[in-house]
């Protein structure tokens, strides 16, 4: 058996061009030199890892070639077996040719929900408590211990993920899963026992359900045929050269290929970037324990490398290096391998150093910046201005490499400022195209029971048409959303139901102008589409309970025909295939509605598409997949943050580290080390730019180990990389920024004319004025209001007028008079009736509901107390003083009392019911909440319809809480009752007399320290572009 033929081309270098100009030169082969022979490629064989290197290697041969024309060899993609990678693509040959009547693959979704069946009757036989299987092999129950493992279909669905990745580990590292019954469970606690012991079971049972089925795991299938492949290469019935380049067989069946290949007669093994330059026993490190006890580097860039040789037959030394790269990028080469050498050889950088020289270092690093954006929008901005300037100089290419899909997402965005559209092959999911977000909420609205939130994404969305024009809906869906989906809870009822309630509360005083402004043809319209999408979301809300997958699918499927528009045919094709496999995987698993949405959302959030079809020619986005052996004049390496590149290492929820350590899986920091291997080949381009963001989702990050490790080598060579890294965040500033200074924001204080301003307000608007004139302009002048909020049983100001008018309607009721019985029952009805829709919402019965009743105990405890002393009581009674302002103007300053007590001493009582926070003492007798102090001198002028002389006072009850109420009573230390009211009085006089002046404006929020935490019109006031540092205290 002749010596294995192994090379290696550096990082430094092009790959694909050197490898081509090597194997046009002879250097790859011994003997095969096709060099000006249009034929002699047609004979070869080579394996590439992935489709797309497939393609550019055939573009470079066809480049090379003299005259652009030549017979192509045969260019096979090889396509790592790992969880990590996206599919198996490896193309077969034919099965019978090899001798292998090979069964089918098992599809992925039939395979998950499989899986996830196994896992739920094990989660049934364990019946939440801890169970395993003793030394002597007796079944143990511990009562005391509990044990949920998957309590829905949703959870067994999520394990099985794990439990298909953990089934292909093992098939691709050749680790038997008899081994399983080797390990030593004694020094395990009792839950990994009872997983290992549901593996021994799933492993047993598993290939059965395969063979019945007439399957085979796709992992199996595609290892057998790759071993085949290796077994016509040893007998030598492979004719022809047949080279291997670019893989670094992190899986054993395509090592052992590669070993096969390398042995063959005209065969060859290209290794991407092999460190030749590393110290021998750091490159031992890489895969094994050394003789002082040091731990092996998982997460080495030559880990896999390290682990391929000794499968290869071939030391290191041995390998052949082809072409020869630039001094300068050499230098890179070496200095970026060197920062990521071991952790345990890292005292060896003090030598390196002396080796390379600062400037020799600023030399190497001369082409590479590092982008630190705050956040990943101005990483994504960063990004894309410097994709934007390689266009700038003719045929220059660049390629951004990121793991990060939505960072790439972002990207795409933003080159789109200059029209410029680019490919990402990593794809975009189905879940996130315009067709899958439509199945979603398709999916989510039905199982709401068409609530508010769900129904107004669904017509909000651009594919929901219901056979109508699009215009149409849009127009009508906000008209429903203003009259419908904002006011009355929908519950499934029936449309008449839900419109008749709508219209009612429409035609109340107190709706909203908007609801008022819907004509009658546009209600009719609206009820029209309701029941429109109610009859095509019917049969998805047909389905009762429990189904399985095939049952929600054919509902799934006709729901989306009679809403959805015209789709791109790409994502029909896309989604028809996922509803297919679900059709037919004859799961016995049953979901119920929510369950079905997020099986169905987890899916399609795994299915990829190709993100633009006219992508611009010299610009591509890539994974760290993907770009293997791509060429490129600039690369940007995107989202260099631990976490993300590298990835966090994590185990599965069926095996810890010791039991895969036990059985000779690869440790987890594996999937570290490839990515290692990534940034290091990434490196080797003649220009780089590198980038993270200090935050990421509004949390800090920390920077990737590989750029600490190499501004730790670097030491203050590195300060130039970020720099020249500042440049690009500096004109990602500058695109944005107006050509002119601009003048910062102040807080506005518009001054309309005199006759535009109110003339009557209430004293709860009085207060609103001290605290926030604005919201009076706001409110009185533009009238202006909000709606009300979408998809709430009852927003807070509406629970306080509801509790108000049901305690003034129980006042009015005999039982008010009766015993405590009388009184709790009449009251408790009352407030259901009073809340009798928002009773509808689970939540609010959940929640708020219990709360109120005990807001109710408490308030029938004051008002018992109050009565004995009362001899009469006044509820939402109103009062009014007619003023004459400085202006000589009239003004009309009204009151609607909460309640009015009147003692038999002939004093007064004037109470506030507060089912929020109560003003402090302080507020009050300052005058930023004066709503008392006022009602106190309407009382005291007679307004309320009785001159009242005799002493007042004045006290807050707060319905809710811990304690379901507290009593606030206004007894001020500085100053008596009396004398507040009076002084309060005489200064809304002032306030309104001043508001008369043209010269007098509406500032927003004047007060910020007693201003609302959040006021209603802050948006338009635009109080976070003014406000120091956003304000906290706005």
């Avoid at 029941?531 to 047909?542: G, I, K, N, Q, T």
């Avoid at 290091?680 to 920077?703: F, L, Y």
């Amino acid at each position: 058996m002749r010596a294995p033929n192994v090379l290696t081309i550096s990082p430094a270098l092009p790959f694909l061009d050197t490898f081509v100009a090597a194997l046009r030169a002879g250097e790859v082969v011994p003997g095969f030199r096709p060099d000006g022979d249009l034929f002699a490629l047609a004979d070869a064989t080579i394996y590439v890892p992935t489709r797309r290197a497939a393609a550019a290697l055939r573009d470079t041969l066809l480049r090379s070639a003299p005259g652009g024309a030549v017979l192509l060899p045969r260019i096979l993609p090889l396509g790592a077996l790992e969880a990590t990678e996206t599919e198996l693509i490896l193309a077969e040959p034919d099965p019978s040719a090899a001798g292998l009547p090979l069964p089918s693959a098992a599809s992925p979704v039939w395979r998950r929900l499989q899986l996830a069946q196994l896992i739920q009757a094990w989660a049934k036989a364990i019946g939440g408590a801890l169970r395993y299987v003793d030394a002597a092999g007796r079944e143990v129950v511990d009562e005391q211990e509990r044990f949920a493992v998957a309590t829905s279909s949703i959870d067994a669905f999520a394990l099985a993920g794990d439990l298909a990745g953990l089934i292909d580990e093992m098939l691709i590292e050749d680790v038997e899963w008899d081994a399983l019954g080797t390990l030593d469970m004694a020094t395990f606690d009792d839950y990994w026992r009872i997983t290992t012991t549901f593996l021994a079971i799933a492993v047993e049972r598993w290939p059965d359900i395969l063979k019945t089925n007439g399957l085979v795991d796709p992992a199996r299938r595609q290892i057998a045929l790759v071993d085949a492949q290796a077994r016509q290469l040893a007998e030598g019935r492979v004719a022809g050269p047949v080279i291997a380049i670019g893989s670094t067989g992190t899986n054993r069946a395509t090592a052992r290929l590669l070993a096969a290949i390398a042995r063959a007669a005209q065969g060859a093994v290209v290794l991407p970037g092999l460190d030749q330059d590393l110290d021998d026993p750091s490159f031992k490190l890489t895969l094994e324990q050394d003789d002082d006890g040091r731990e092996p580097s998982h997460g080495h860039p030559q880990s896999a490398l390290a682990r391929l040789l000794p499968i290869l037959g071939i030391d290191r030394a041995d390998v052949r290096a082809l072409g020869t790269p630039e001094p300068v990028r050499a230098a890179r080469l070496r200095l970026v391998n060197e920062a990521l050498r071991p952790a345990d050889t890292t005292d060896l950088w003090r030598a390196f150093r002396k080796k390379m020289p600062k400037k020799d270092m600023a030399a190497a690093l001369a082409d590479v910046a590092l982008i630190e954006a705050a956040d990943e929008r101005e990483e994504a901005l960063c990004l894309a201005i410097a994709l934007r300037e390689a266009l700038e100089t003719p045929g220059r290419t660049a390629a951004l490499i990121t793991p990060d899909r939505e960072l790439a997402r972002r990207v795409r965005g933003e080159l789109l400022r200059w029209n410029v559209e680019v490919a990402d092959t990593g794809g975009e999911p189905l879940a996130s195209r315009p067709l899958g977000v439509l199945a979603r909420l398709v999916a989510a609205a039905a199982a709401s029971g068409l609530a508010a939130r769900e129904m107004t994404a669904l017509l909000g969305h651009p594919l929901a048409a219901f056979g109508r024009p699009r215009a149409e809906v849009a127009r009508l869906a906000r008209a429903l959303e203003i009259g419908v989906l904002r006011v009355v809870q929908l519950d499934g009822r029936a449309c008449a139901e839900i419109f008749a309630e709508s219209r009612e509360a429409a035609a109340e005083p107190t709706a909203h102008p908007a609801q008022k402004a819907i004509r009658d043809d546009t209600w009719e319209a609206m009820a029209v589409l309701w029941d429109e999408v109610a009859a095509s979301l019917a049969p998805l809300r047909s389905i009762e309970g429990e189904q399985a997958p095939d049952r929600w699918v054919a509902a799934h499927r006709a729901a989306i025909l009679a809403t959805a528009a015209p789709a791109d045919p790409t994502e029909t094709d896309k989604l028809d295939a996922l509803f297919d496999a679900l059709a037919e995987s004859g799961s016995t698993l049953v979901f119920d509605a929510v369950g079905y949405g997020i099986l169905f959302g987890r899916l399609a959030g795994e299915m990829p598409l190709e993100t633009t079809d006219s992508p611009h020619p010299r610009l591509a986005i890539y994974g760290l997949l993907e770009a293997r052996l791509l060429p490129a004049d600039v690369v940007l390496l995107g989202g260099l943050d631990e976490t993300i590149w590298p990835p966090q290492a994590r185990s599965d929820a069926f095996l810890n580290r010791p039991m895969r350590a036990a059985l000779g899986l690869s440790s987890p920091e594996r999937r570290i080390g490839q990515t290692a291997h990534d940034f290091a080949q990434a490196m080797g381009h003649q220009t780089i730019v590198i980038s993270r963001a200090r935050k990421r989702g509004g949390s800090p990050t920390v920077a990737s180990r590989f750029l600490l490790r190499l501004e730790a080598l670097a030491e203050k060579v590195w300060d130039s990389v970020r720099a020249r890294g500042a440049a690009y965040v500096e004109m990602a500033h500058a695109l944005d920024r107006p050509l002119t200074r601009p003048k910062p924001a102040t807080r506005p204080c518009p001054r309309p004319e005199v006759a535009l301003r109110p003339t009557r307000l209430s004293v709860t608007r009085i207060e609103t004025l001290r605290r926030d004139p604005y919201a009076i302009f706001a409110s009185h002048v533009l009238n202006l209001a909000p709606l009300p909020q979408l998809g709430t049983a009852i927003d807070f100001s509406e629970l306080g007028s509801r509790m108000h008018d049901a305690l003034h309607a129980f006042a009015a009721t005999p039982e008010a008079r009766g015993t405590a019985d009388a009184r709790h029952r009449k009251l408790d009805e009352i407030l259901r009736a009073a809340f009798a829709q928002a009773l509808r919402d689970p939540n609010f019965r959940a929640f708020l509901w219990a709360s109120l009743q005990k807001a109710a105990e408490f308030f029938l405890s004051f008002d018992a107390v109050q009565r004995e002393r009362a001899r009469e009581i006044m509820t939402e009674t109103t009062g009014r003083l007619h003023l004459t302002l400085a202006d000589g103007s009239p003004f009309v300053l009204s009151a609607r009392a909460d309640r009015v007590d009147l003692h038999r001493d002939g004093s007064a009582l004037l109470v506030d019911y507060k089912t929020g926070q109560p003003p402090g003492l302080n507020e009050v007798r300052v005058g930023f909440a004066p709503q008392l102090t006022l009602e106190a001198a309407i009382l005291r002028r007679g307004g309320f319809g009785m001159r009242h002389d005799g002493a007042i006072a004045a006290t807050y009850v707060k319905l809710g809480g811990r304690e379901g109420g507290k009593l606030t009573e206004l007894n001020f230390r500085e100053e008596a009752f009396d004398d507040v009211v009076e002084r309060h009085f005489e200064g809304a006089q002032q306030l309104l007399s001043a508001f008369r002046n043209r010269e007098t404006g509406y500032p927003s929020r004047p007060f910020p320290k007693f201003a609302k935490t959040y006021g209603e019109y802050d948006h338009l006031a635009r109080v976070r572009e003014w406000s120091l540092a956003g304000e906290a205290e706005a």
